[in-house]
């Protein structure tokens, strides 16, 4: 049984087709690398998994559960959480509080604010930004709010983990650091799907790696396998791959 699957999967604004017929699997325990282009259709794909948009046509199967008419907060309830690829916060909220959204709706059952808060803070602790919890979020620094989107997200307590270009802007140490808590993450029994530009890190901690192109699946395999494939380098890695 695949932990997340997608039939067919497609979605078109006007004449553009952004994902195109595509099928993918996500098993549990994984840690999957989205790559290609820019425009390629990564973060639509991650739209339609997490219901910021619905696939016409198409069908996502989460827990072999058809998902695709559900709304997203149904889908967070679910156990799928995710990070965005230009971050999303409460700029003048604390950050505190603004991890406490992901532990106040994360979950179908009622918690008190001082179980979210609980579980905001150890979310915080693991991300390391326990020491900034009482500042407004939007006085972070651009990685500091990558974070908090990270530890939003964990406090949701996710079994699948969509990562929309944790690592872009990124100095070298802090996409280190980034791959490390990557893996811790995986080590706590959450399934992670990331996209990334940065190659050193999606070839290094990625199990598979899915390879998109004009919203079309192009390759799929081991991340040995897609630095070898002629069509990937073509489309995308280019000299990377020597590299």
Known sequence: MHLLEGQGVTRQFGGLT???????????????GLIGPNGAGKTTLFNLISAALKPKPGKIFYKERDITPLPAYKICR????????????FPNVPVLRNVMVGSLFGTGRRISSAEAQSKAEEALEF?????????????????QQKRLELARALAS??????????MAGLTPTEVTEAMEAITQIRSRGVTVVMIEHVMQAIMKISDRIIVLDYGKKIAEGTPAEMAANPQVIEVYLGEECDA
């Open 157 to 166: 307590d996710p079994e699948l983990l969509l990562l929309d270009e944790l």
């Open 127 to 143: 991300v390391e930004l326990s020491s900034v919890k009482d500042l407004p979020a939007g006085d972070l620094t651009l990685a």
């Open 18 to 32: 952004a994902v195109s017929d595509v099928d993918f699997y996500v098993d549990q325990g994984e840690i999957v």
């Open 78 to 89: 679910m156990g799928i959480a995710r990070t965005f690829q230009t971050v999303k916060i």
